[in-house]
C-alpha cells in the first residue's frame, strides 16, 4: 500500500500539478527558434552609387544537438559541403560556445551544394537551409581601402563584448566604413520558430516570432565620388604603389581616396580561402595597408608652405626677403655641407622665387631665422603630430617632435646639433607625415582663414570646424603663398602639369628614401582665386614630384570642368619594371560595373 500511494502520489503530481512545466517542456523540444539575419545597411557614395550592396545567399546551419549527434551529421555531410577533419572540429568548438543557437557549417553556399542537401535530408537531423544577405562589393578593389570588408565575429570579440550587440555568427565590419559604422549598418536580426520530431528533423516552420521582425541596417552614404575615384585609378601608375587623396577644403569631404595596390573585397565573403588570406598577408606590396591614412612618409618640399607660413607670421621674411647667402647648390654650416637639389643652384632669390623653385638653401637659412623651438611649437600647432579625426579606423598619427626633449631624449643631450633644424626646413629628419594630414594642411591655405574643416567620409556627419589647426596667417598673407604656389605650376618645378584652361596652385616634392628611389610628391588645389578640390598624391619610388604632378592636375581638372575626350584619356605615370615589388598575381584588380576585374 505504501508503494502504490507513492506512485499514485507521483503520478498525480506529474499528470496534474506539473502539467503546465511539462507542457512547457514539450513545446521547447518541439519549437527551436533559429535567427533570422538582418540584411546589412547598403553603403552608397554621394550621388547613390552603390559602394556595398547585398544579394540573395544561402547559409547551411544544424540545431544545437549533443556533441556525438553534430559529429555524427557533419561527418555524414562532409562530401556534399567540402567538410575536412580540420573545419569539423572547428564547427565542434561553435557548438560548445552557443549550444542554444544553430551552429554555422557554410555561409554563401551554392545552389547545386542546397539541392543537394534538400535531396536527402532525412540523413540530416537538424538541418537548416535559409537565404540569408550575401555581401557584394560592385566595384571591387577601387574602393576597398574605403568600404573595408566583413567576417564573421570571433570567440574573443563575443567573450570580451567589444562588439555591442554581435550574436554569435554575426558578420561584423573589419575596415572601412563597415567597421567604423557597423553598428548602423548591422540591423536588427529577426526569429522565427521550426517544428522539430524527437529525432530533431524539420516538420514545418511555424513562422515569425511576434515583434521580432528582421530590421534591416541603415544606408551610410558617403562622401566619395566614385568616377572621379575611377578617374584616379586610371590614372595612377601601373604596378605602382602610393595613394592619392581629393578633399573639398570648404567642407572637408573626401572625393576620392585611392591606395595602390588595392585587394577585392568580395574574397572575404562567406569566408577567405586561409591560402589566399596567407598570401595577401605576407606579399611584400602589402595590398591591405591603406596608404592614405596609414602611410607615413616624410613631408619634402610641400612641408616648406608650412615653414614659409611660420615666417611670415612671426614677421621674419616678407614674400620678396633675400636670405645671407645665395643658393649656389648647397652651404656649409658647422662642419656640414648641405645641399641643394640643383646642382648649380638658384641665385640670390626671394621667398616668392624659392617657393616656385623649392630652393632648399634658401629654406635651409630661414629655418635657421625661424629657430627649432618656434618651428616644433608651431608644427604641432599646425597639427603635424595629430591625427586628422577623419570617420575612418585606423588613421595614423604623424610623427613630429613636441619639442627639444624628443632629440634629447633619442640621441642624449650631447648627441644631436642644431643641424635638425635645417632638415625640418625641408621636410626631411624627423618628421613623417601621412598624406590625409598633408592634404589637411593643404586645405588650411586654401582657406582664407587659415582653417580647414575636419575631414569626413560620411555626408550625414556634421561640417567640424571646432577644435581643427589654425595658420594664425592674416589673408593677405595666405594670398601671397597661394600665388607662390601658382608660380610653382606656372613656372616653376611643376610646369609640365599646368592647364591652361585653370588656375592652379601646387607643390612638388621629393622625399629621401633610403630603401630604393625616392618618392614622389605633389599636393595642388584649385581654382586658384576660389579652391573647390585639394588633391595629393605620394607615389612610392616615384623618383621626383614634377612626375607625379600632371597626374595631379588632370585629377583636379576632370573634377572642376567635367566630363573631356582629352581627360577621358588620364595622364598615366608608368613605373620601371624594378622599381618597386610587384603586385599579388591572384589579387584582382577593381571590378567594373558589369563586367568582371581587369
Request: aromatic share 8%; proline share 7%; glycine share 10%.
Amino acid at each position: 500500500m505504501i508503494v502504490l500511494g507513492t506512485i499514485l502520489v507521483t503520478f498525480f503530481r506529474l499528470q496534474v500539478l506539473g502539467t503546465h512545466e511539462f507542457a512547457i517542456q514539450s513545446e521547447q523540444n518541439r519549437l527551436r527558434p533559429v535567427t533570422i539575419p538582418a540584411p546589412r545597411g547598403l553603403i552608397v557614395d554621394r550621388n547613390g552609387n552603390v559602394l556595398a550592396d547585398n544579394i540573395p545567399g544561402f547559409t547551411i546551419s544544424l540545431l544545437g544537438a549533443s556533441r556525438d549527434s553534430l559529429l555524427a551529421t557533419l561527418q555524414r555531410m562532409a562530401g556534399i559541403v567540402g567538410l575536412d577533419s580540420a573545419r569539423i572540429q572547428g564547427i565542434l568548438q561553435s557548438d560548445r560556445r552557443n549550444a542554444e543557437d544553430q551552429v554555422v557549417v557554410r555561409r554563401d553556399a551554392p545552389f547545386t551544394m542546397v539541392s543537394a542537401l534538400e535531396e536527402r535530408r532525412e540523413a540530416f537531423p537538424g538541418l537548416v537551409i535559409q537565404s540569408e544577405p550575401k555581401r557584394q562589393y560592385p566595384y571591387g578593389g577601387l574602393v576597398a581601402h574605403i568600404v573595408g570588408y566583413v567576417n564573421e565575429i570571433t570567440e574573443p570579440e563575443l567573450r570580451r563584448g567589444t562588439i555591442e550587440g554581435a550574436r554569435f555568427g554575426a558578420l561584423v565590419g573589419r575596415t572601412g566604413i563597415e567597421r567604423e559604422y557597423d553598428h548602423r549598418l548591422r540591423g536588427i536580426d529577426g526569429r522565427r520558430l521550426l517544428e522539430v520530431d524527437a529525432l530533431g528533423r524539420t516538420v514545418r516552420e511555424i513562422g515569425i516570432v511576434p515583434g521580432s521582425e528582421a530590421r534591416p541596417g541603415e544606408t551610410i552614404r558617403t562622401t566619395i565620388d566614385v568616377e572621379l575615384q575611377d578617374f584616379v585609378e586610371r590614372s595612377f601608375p601601373v604596378n605602382g604603389s602610393g595613394a592619392v587623396l581629393a578633399m573639398d577644403p570648404r567642407t572637408g569631404d573626401i572625393l576620392a581616396m585611392y591606395s595602390a595596390p588595392s585587394f577585392d573585397p568580395n574574397l572575404f565573403v562567406g569566408g577567405v580561402d586561409p591560402a589566399v588570406w596567407r598570401a595577401i598577408r605576407t606579399a611584400a606590396n602589402n595590398p591591405m595597408f591603406n596608404r592614405a591614412l596609414q602611410g607615413r612618409y616624410p613631408p619634402a618640399s610641400p612641408w616648406k608652405l608650412a615653414v614659409a607660413s611660420m615666417a611670415l607670421k612671426r614677421g621674419i621674411v616678407t614674400m620678396q626677403s633675400h636670405m645671407p647667402t645665395p643658393c649656389h647648390g648647397g652651404m656649409v654650416y658647422g662642419n656640414r655641407y648641405f645641399r641643394c637639389w640643383r646642382a648649380k643652384g638658384h641665385g640670390d632669390i626671394t621667398l616668392a622665387e624659392a617657393i616656385q623653385h623649392s630652393c632648399d638653401v634658401y629654406f635651409y637659412q630661414l629655418g635657421l631665422q625661424v629657430g627649432l623651438e618656434n618651428l616644433l611649437a608651431d608644427g604641432v600647432q599646425y597639427g603635424f603630430n595629430q591625427p586628422t579625426g577623419v570617420d575612418l579606423p585606423s588613421e595614423a598619427t604623424s610623427l613630429f617632435p613636441a619639442s627639444r626633449a624628443y632629440f634629447d631624449q633619442e640621441y642624449g643631450p650631447r648627441g644631436w646639433t642644431s643641424g635638425v633644424t635645417l632638415n625640418l626646413a625641408i621636410g626631411q629628419g624627423e618628421n613623417s607625415q601621412t598624406l590625409l594630414n598633408m592634404v589637411r594642411f593643404y586645405a588650411m591655405l586654401a582657406n582664407d582663414t587659415g582653417r580647414a574643416p575636419r575631414p569626413r567620409m560620411t555626408l550625414d556627419r556634421p561640417v567640424d570646424r571646432t577644435g581643427v589647426p589654425d595658420l594664425g596667417l592674416d589673408p593677405a598673407h595666405i594670398l601671397q603663398l597661394r600665388q607662390a604656389l601658382v608660380s610653382v605650376v606656372d613656372r616653376g618645378t611643376a610646369v609640365a602639369s599646368r592647364i591652361a584652361s585653370l588656375r592652379i596652385a601646387g607643390k612638388t616634392g621629393t622625399a629621401q628614401n633610403p630603401h630604393g628611389d625616392d618618392h614622389g610628391w605633389f599636393i595642388a588645389f584649385a581654382p586658384a582665386d576660389n579652391p573647390a578640390i585639394v588633391v595629393g598624391a605620394i607615389v612610392e619610388y616615384g623618383k621626383h614630384g614634377s612626375a607625379v604632378a600632371p597626374m595631379v592636375t588632370r585629377i583636379i581638372a576632370r573634377h572642376l570642368l567635367g566630363d573631356d575626350p582629352v581627360l577621358d584619356r588620364p595622364f598615366q605615370l608608368r613605373m620601371p619594371a624594378d622599381s618597386a615589388p610587384a603586385p599579388v598575381p591572384f589579387v584582382p584588380d577593381s571590378v567594373r560595373r558589369g563586367g568582371a576585374g581587369r
